[in-house]
């Protein structure tokens, strides 16, 4: 890093909650003020969604593979200075896992130990989708997980500095209400916003919070690292690649609609509710283009944040699918899944070039600071 300081701005939240369009906004917002942004994409696996849809955009990404920001600490630095030698951002955004908590205590305070000279910590937010956060405190209806899966989802929220209710297109003034209610009930003192990615609404006063506050100090959250191990290990992953052909020019959109159709109706009769289920598609026609195409929940219908214009005969496919399920059904979902949309959609071929699937590994952090650096100081 150069010896300027840089302002590092962290977004967390569960799988589906919309991380990933509300970092591509503020990074927008970020550009139009004529400030740099460098992106930082992280999961367990590789070959993401986030950072090509981030990329399709015109911004510079990292992409952290293989683990969690906390596991991966000095990746995660790594990142940056290679983003600094690249473009020389004055602001980071990074991404974590949709599954990691203890956020502070692994990577906010570290950094702020450790290279407090270079950078600004933003308050960590947290962003819930608002539906299945109803149904988390117990006040929607949509299907759950499992209650060690849920406990992360609790942990995220505990540590969060601001909770982002995102999505509000979603919901009636009564749900907003009511679960701004049940959130400031359940987590006094945080601050609680209401916002839109997809629309806009509100956007604004959030990143002025990002940009002014910095991360609270004082003890972080307590966090029973056996039970959090055992809620990810109850998730499971799964990346892969496909190759489209196709016989004649062929809607895009609806190659990955029929696709997502089929895998959510055979997780659904299988009784595995899905966590996020992302696909991209680029056209092999040198366009740039790329269709991104998202699902929350097993039972919710799959929304596209970006469409193609034109037809194409030649694409690849990004499938990243997380869910609460034994990884090899998902694996044996998917596969099923291709065979009976290729025979759906006449003279379409789907070619499974790749594919993993797999449990996240067991949470362990390189370090893990239960003061700030300032509590610290105090104390001495």
């Known amino acids: ?14 799988l589906g909650a919309g991380k990933s369009t509300s970092i591509l906004e503020l990074a927008k917002h970020l550009d139009a003020k004529g400030l740099k942004v460098g992106l930082i994409t992280n999961d367990q696996g590789t070959n993401l969604v986030d950072t090509l849809k981030l990329r399709s955009q015109g911004f510079a990404v990292e992409e952290i593979p293989g683990g969690c920001f906390c596991c991966r600490f000095n990746t995660l630095t790594e990142a940056a200075e290679n983003l600094d030698a690249a473009t020389r951002p004055d602001i980071f955004i990074a991404e974590p896992v949709g599954s990691c908590t203890d956020l502070i205590a692994s990577v906010s305070y570290p950094l702020r130990r450790i290279y407090g000279d270079r950078f600004s910590i933003a308050p960590l ?11 988390v405190l117990g006040i ?29 297109d979603l919901i009636t003034q009564d ?14 003192g945080k601050t609680i916003l209401t916002v839109s990615a997809r629309t806009g609404e509100n956007l604004d006063h959030w990143f002025e919070n990002l ?8 003890d972080t959250m307590d966090l029973d690292y056996k039970v959090y191990a055992e809620g990810e290990a109850l998730l499971g992953w799964l990346n892969a690649t496909v190759e489209l052909k196709a016989d004649q020019y062929i809607d895009g959109d609806q190659v990955l609609s029929t696709l997502a159709e089929s895998v959510g109706t055979r997780l659904a009769v299988e009784d595995i509710e899905i966590a996020h289920f992302k696909m991209t598609l680029s056209p092999e026609d040198g ?36 869910a609460e399920g034994d990884p090899q059904r998902l694996s ?3 596969q099923a ?4 949309s290729a025979a759906e959609l006449s003279g379409v071929t789907l070619d499974l070039d790749h594919i993993e699937s797999f449990k996240p590994g067991e949470p362990n952090p390189i370090y893990r600071m239960k003061h700030d650096q300032e509590t610290l100081a105090g104390a001495l």
């Open 211 to 218: 940009m002014s506050g910095e991360q609270p100090g004082g």
């Open 140 to 168: 929607g209806n949509e299907r759950g997980f499992s209650q060690k899966v849920t406990y992360i989802y609790l942990k995220q929220l505990e540590e969060a500095a601001t909770i982002i209710i995102n999505k509000a």
């Open 337 to 340: 899944a291709l065979i009976e």
């Open 125 to 135: 937010s947290v962003v819930v989708d608002p539906l299945r956060c109803m149904r």
């Open 287 to 322: 366009s740039g283009e790329l269709a991104v195409l998202n699902m929350v929940g097993t039972t919710r219908k799959a929304e596209f944040s970006q469409s193609l214009s034109d037809p194409l005969d030649s694409g690849q496919i990004i499938v990243n699918l997380r």
């Open 332 to 334: 044996i979902a998917l």
């Open 175 to 188: 749900q907003e209400t009511a679960l701004r209610k049940a959130l400031a009930d359940k987590f006094p």
């Open 1 to 14: 890093m150069s010896d300027r300081t840089a302002r590092y701005v962290m977004i967390g939240g569960f």
